[in-house]
């Protein structure tokens, strides 16, 4: 059984910076395509960004490129989103999520095990 678990979330002034790190307890980390989702109150769960098993090939919605980075160290079987240049829309609560696949992928069904979330609040 996976158990994924969110860590790095708070509260940031806007222009400002945080790490959000995923850590996965299971033994196919390496072998999956990893994913950042969020959820503003009231909104859907959106893909923010997305990682391949080896790292090689990385997705990002268009808001946030250019200041979101997703990274992964197999070896510590964690995924990281880097944010920078934060901004207030940014605020929600953020999801680590892993895939049944080892490609990335924007399909919301194919993500098949999900951590808590950990809240990230911008503030103007």
């Known amino acids: 059984q996976v158990q994924l678990v969110e860590s790095g979330g708070g509260l940031v002034q806007a222009g400002g910076s945080l790490r959000l790190s995923c850590a996965h307890s299971g033994r196919t980390f390496s072998s999956s395509a990893m994913g950042w989702f969020r959820q503003a109150p009231g909104k859907d769960r959106d893909l923010v960004a997305a990682?391949?098993?080896?790292?090689?090939?990385?997705y990002y919605t268009d808001s946030v490129k250019g200041r979101f980075t997703i990274s992964r160290d197999n070896a510590k079987n964690t995924v990281y989103l880097q944010m920078n240049s934060l901004k207030p829309e940014d605020t929600a609560v953020y999801y680590c999520?892993?895939?049944?696949?080892?490609?990335?992928?924007?399909?919301?069904?194919?993500?098949?095990?999900w951590g808590p979330g950990t809240q990230v609040t911008v503030s103007p």
């Open positions: 990682i391949s098993w080896s790292g090689d090939t990385t």
């Open positions: 999520a892993a895939s049944a696949g080892a490609v990335v992928t924007t399909t919301t069904a194919r993500y098949n095990y």
